[in-house]
């Protein structure tokens, strides 16, 4: 019988072999099997489906679970896949549906990744310098910034007085450190100045015939006023709708002009007010004033 080629030096579990992995627990293969197929001790396949699991259903879903059996402050059910081998519901007939227990747990090679560098990088995480050397290289740092240079040519420039790479100092001033911000550096900070609207225009009737002089009228006054106003349909008809609404009542006149001429609207204004015996007319000039206070009935 062949002797197993044992590995000259440990190495961590990479992307392909988490993924084989998970596509063994969904086969419903043994720790050994998977181990032998991987040349890995079947510990080292053990303890990485008990570590790196994934909550993919309940409380804390998309946590890493934690604890040996995937389970709770509160649970009252657990699973007994998730008290022995697997640890996890790959392979279960139950995983998508008709499954009864409240929280599901999962081994998925992508999360599994992801974990595993999460515990590669937390170690490294904080500034690698003591603090004297530290406050020395932000000084040097800021002062580069003011001047506009990048951490390109920070890193280039300075490399005996700063000693850090252009990925540490964009790290460093995502992080806020040195009370360092992104609004110093210039590729991310764009100044672009917006067009300001002028002054709005005057429209063409006077101040007296404004919405504002309206308000200024006794609330009697405004309560027994009516409205007017047109509804025009395509700029090639000739016709148009004029109505007049009785602020008093809500009652609204709809009136068809022939035409759209000064004419047309003075005999049809005559014939409304000849009708309605309205004390005053407010005209809406303004299109804001008009969408709050007016409904037009069209036909």
């Known amino acids: 019988m062949a002797r197993k080629k044992s590995r000259t030096s440990y190495c961590r579990l990479d992307r392909r072999e988490r993924k084989a992995i998970e596509h063994g627990l969904d086969g419903r293969e043994s ?25 993919t259903r309940g409380p804390g879903k998309g946590d890493n679970v934690v604890g040996t059996d ?13 008290l022995s081998w697997p640890y996890c519901c790959n392979g279960c007939r ?10 599901r747990c999962e081994y998925l090679g992508a999360h599994a990744q992801a974990f595993a560098d999460e515990d590669m990088v937390e170690p490294r995480r904080g500034v690698d310098m003591d ?35 252009k990925s540490t100092i964009y790290r460093w001033v995502d992080e806020g450190y040195g009370g360092m ?9 764009g ?10 225009r005057s429209t063409h009737h006077g101040p007296e015939r404004s919405y504002q002089a309206f308000l200024a009228l006794p609330e009697g006054e405004r309560a027994r006023a009516g409205e007017m106003d047109t509804v025009c349909g395509r700029p ?9 609404l009785s602020r008093a009542c809500k009652v609204q006149l709809p009136l068809l002009m022939a035409e759209r001429t000064k004419a047309a609207t003075v005999e049809a204004l005559a014939h409304g007010l000849g009708m309605c015996e309205l004390p005053c007319v407010l005209q809406t000039m303004s299109c804001v004033f008009y969408q709050r206070k007016v409904s037009v009935v069209t036909t």
């Open 31 to 55: 720790c050994r099997s998977m181990a032998r197929d991987l040349g890995r001790s079947a510990s080292t396949v053990h303890d990485e489906v008990v570590r790196n699991r994934v909550v």
């Open 70 to 82: 995937g389970s709770q402050a509160g649970d009252v059910r657990v699973c007994p896949r998730l």
């Open 94 to 103: 139950h995983r998508r549906y008709h499954c009864s227990y409240r929280r």
């Open 131 to 165: 603090r004297d050397r530290f406050e020395l290289a932000v000084s040097a740092i800021r002062g580069d910034l003011a001047r506009g240079l990048s951490p390109q040519q920070i890193a280039e420039a300075g490399a005996m007085e700063v000693g850090v790479s």
């Open 181 to 189: 911000s992104n609004a110093e550096l210039r590729r991310k900070v």
């Open 191 to 200: 100044y672009k100045p917006r067009r300001k609207s002028g002054a709005r």
């Open 236 to 244: 090639t008809d000739s016709q148009c709708l004029f109505t007049l």
